[in-house]
C-alpha cells in the first residue's frame, strides 16, 4: 500500500557535486532533472534540486550565527560560477564577429533564396550587432559645462555635519510643536 508520499532517493556526493556545479552555470531545473537522470538513471524531486541551488531560496535562509547547511558546496559552487563566467569567450556565439559571420551567412542565402523580409530582418539585426544595440553598453557624448568638486569627508567632519542636521531637525521639530501647541483665534 502506497501513502502517496515519494521518498527522496540518497544522493551521492558525486551526485550533489554535479548538481551545484549545475547550479552554478545557470542550467534551468528541467534541464538539470533531464541531465541528472542521462547520467545517473535515476531521477531526484524537485524539493532535492533546491536543496543545492547556491542561488535559491533555501542558501539564503541561514541568517547569521545558524550552521550553514552549503558551507560544503560553496567553494565548489563559488569555483565554478568565476570559471563559466570566464568560458564565456570560448563559446564562439558569445563573440560579436561570429555572430556577424553567421548573420552575413544567413541574409545571404535568404536573398539568394529570394526571402527578402528574412534577408532585411538578417541586415537589420547585423547593423543593430555592429553598433552594439545588443551590449549595455551605452557611449554618451557631450561637453561637460562644469567639474565636480568631490571632497571625502573625514570622520571629525561626518561627525560635525551630522550634529549640524540633527541641532536642525531637532530645532524644527521644536519650532513645529510650538506652533502646534499656540492659541488660534477664531
Excluded at 535562509?61 to 567553494?75: A, L, S, V, Y
Aim: glycine residues 4%; contains cysteine; charged residues 30%.
Amino acid at each position: 500500500m502506497t501513502t502517496g508520499w515519494l521518498r527522496m532517493a540518497k544522493l551521492t556526493e558525486e551526485q550533489k557535486a554535479f548538481l551545484v556545479c549545475g547550479f552554478a552555470r545557470w542550467a534551468t531545473r528541467a534541464d538539470l532533472m533531464r541531465a541528472f537522470e542521462e547520467e545517473f538513471g535515476i531521477q531526484p524531486l524537485r524539493s532535492q534540486l533546491e536543496n543545492y541551488n547556491l542561488d535559491g531560496w533555501r542558501a539564503t535562509r541561514h541568517t547569521e550565527g545558524r550552521k550553514d547547511p552549503m558551507k560544503k558546496w560553496r567553494p565548489l559552487w563559488n569555483e565554478t560560477r568565476e570559471k563559466f563566467k570566464k568560458d564565456t569567450i570560448a563559446i564562439p556565439i558569445a563573440n560579436a564577429a561570429v555572430r556577424l559571420s553567421m548573420l552575413n551567412d544567413m541574409a545571404n542565402q535568404a536573398y539568394a533564396k529570394k526571402n527578402f523580409k528574412l534577408a532585411a530582418e538578417l541586415i537589420e539585426q547585423a547593423a543593430k550587432e555592429a553598433g552594439g544595440a545588443f551590449t549595455n553598453v551605452r557611449e554618451v557624448k557631450g561637453k561637460v559645462e562644469h567639474e565636480h568638486d568631490h571632497h571625502v569627508l573625514t570622520p571629525e567632519e561626518k561627525q560635525a555635519k551630522l550634529m549640524r542636521s540633527l541641532t536642525d531637525a531637532i530645532a524644527t521639530a521644536v519650532a513645529d510643536r510650538e506652533a502646534a501647541e499656540q492659541p488660534t483665534i477664531q
